[in-house]
């Protein structure tokens, strides 16, 4: 159980390291495309569209690991203001809507890629480029949040640490 756990892990933080690296490409690419406007060269196409691959990717691939580290946007204002027995229930009603909605995401993101990859859906801009590929990181991504939101409604950490405000 021990070395799934390692996998485990090591796949969630790949994926946020490539989200990093893919952070990194956008800023290279915008710079690229906006020295050579102001130089008045035309932007290779495949640059725009590369940038838009990877903000959903970025986008998707971090967010897992995100979920694990606690970094998501969730406002303390209401789980603050009660008692610790209420908001452990609160913290974990609120996991488990996450987990449902996740779930739901990934099984219909994996409908979508399936339907893509059955029809040859294709992504017709700069390039031919197969729509699977980019609806590929839906089921995956959604369905790694809803177990890593899984862990706070069955583990011993909470999503909620009670204390508005003191982090900011």
């Not at 989200?19 to 710079?31: E, N, P, Q």
């Not at 694990?68 to 789980?79: A, D, N, P, Q, S």
């Not at 609120?94 to 987990?99: F, I, L, Q």
């Amino acid at each position: 159980m021990e070395m799934a756990g390692k996998a485990y892990r090591g796949v969630l933080y790949a994926m946020a390291g490539i989200a990093g690296a893919m952070l990194v490409w956008l800023m290279i690419s915008v710079i690229t495309s906006v020295m050579m406007r102001n130089l008045g060269m035309q932007p290779f196409a495949w640059l725009f569209t590369s940038s838009e691959y990877a903000v959903l990717y970025m986008t998707m691939l971090g967010a897992p690991w995100l979920v694990r580290e606690k970094g998501h946007v969730h406002i303390e204002l209401v789980t603050a203001a009660l008692p610790a027995p209420a908001r452990r229930a609160m913290s974990r009603f609120v996991a488990a809507s996450c987990v449902a909605v996740c779930a739901v995401l990934a099984w219909k993101g994996g409908e979508l890629m399936i339907t893509n990859f059955t029809r040859n859906d294709l992504d017709v801009r700069a390039y031919y480029f197969p729509k699977w590929i980019l609806t590929a990181a839906f089921p995956l991504s959604f369905g790694l949040m809803a177990v890593e939101f899984s862990r706070f409604v069955f583990g011993a950490d909470l999503m909620h640490s009670g204390e508005a405000g003191i982090h900011e």
